[in-house]
């Protein structure tokens, strides 16, 4: 099975620009979660989705938000860019949500850089 | 709230010795707990999982995992490192309050395994 892809795979943007990142899931998986790294705040969830439903948002700006497709694919989305949103954002899937044994598999990441 | 705390920024070790990246967690209710590995410039690979049973845990690449309840404790272990271990080392618990699946991760451990 392919792994869960990230496109672009890096993206440089000016303050102010907005911005949309990809994530394709695991086939057959329908759970896609966000989560953003840096180096000061480290591995922060961001959003979670199933079905094409947000089930959870973690505690970032309104100027955050992202969708999913009835394919299970998902965008993130940033509007007006700041310098602190530059970070590798990493998108992942799961097959069984909420369940015990449920495991969350990353893809590569999408490094963004802010000028 | 849930988090864990990796105490140690970085680990040195020989190769051929054994390794324990450390890691403990405060959850309310029964711990659903991960460990991930980085590698530079890639997103992070699913190592192990605890979700209930056996205290130890073997996961992918040799390693494995001691759960340990009174101690709040989940180190990551492997009895012989190899310098391709070397690596960012997170350990994670799963929030699955509500069916919600978000993951609050460490601070990470940056593992050495020097010749």
């Known amino acids: 099975k392919a792994g869960v892809t990230q496109t672009p795979r890096y993206l440089i943007k000016t303050r102010g620009q907005q911005v949309t990142l990809s994530c394709s899931p695991i086939?057959?998986?329908?759970?896609v979660s966000w989560y953003q790294q840096t180096p000061g705040q480290g591995l922060q969830f961001l959003f979670e989705y199933f079905s094409e439903t947000q089930r959870n948002k973690g505690n970032f700006p309104g100027r955050f938000s992202g969708r999913q497709f009835s394919n299970s694919r998902s965008e993130m989305n940033v509007s007006t860019l700041e310098l602190g949103d530059s970070a590798l954002y990493l998108c992942?899937?799961?097959?069984?949500?909420?369940?015990?044994?449920?495991?969350?598999?990353f893809g590569p990441g999408t490094r963004l850089t802010v000028l | 709230a849930q988090s864990v705390a990796q105490p140690e920024d970085q680990v040195k070790v020989a190769e051929g010795n054994p390794l324990t990246v450390k890691c403990t967690y405060s959850v309310s209710g029964n711990p659903y707990l991960f460990w991930y590995v980085q590698y530079p410039n890639r997103g992070l690979q699913f190592l192990l999982k605890y979700i209930t049973g056996d205290n130890l845990v073997k996961g992918s690449y040799g390693f494995e995992a001691e759960f340990n309840k009174s101690q709040t404790s989940f180190h990551l272990k492997k009895p012989s490192a190899l310098v391709s271990d070397s690596a960012l080392y997170f350990c994670a618990v799963r929030d699955h309050t509500g069916g919600g699946n978000k993951l609050t991760f460490g601070t990470g451990t940056q593992l050495k395994v020097e010749l």
């Open positions: 992942a899937s799961s097959s069984q949500p909420g369940q015990s044994t449920d495991t969350q598999y």
């Open positions: 086939s057959g998986h329908r759970s």
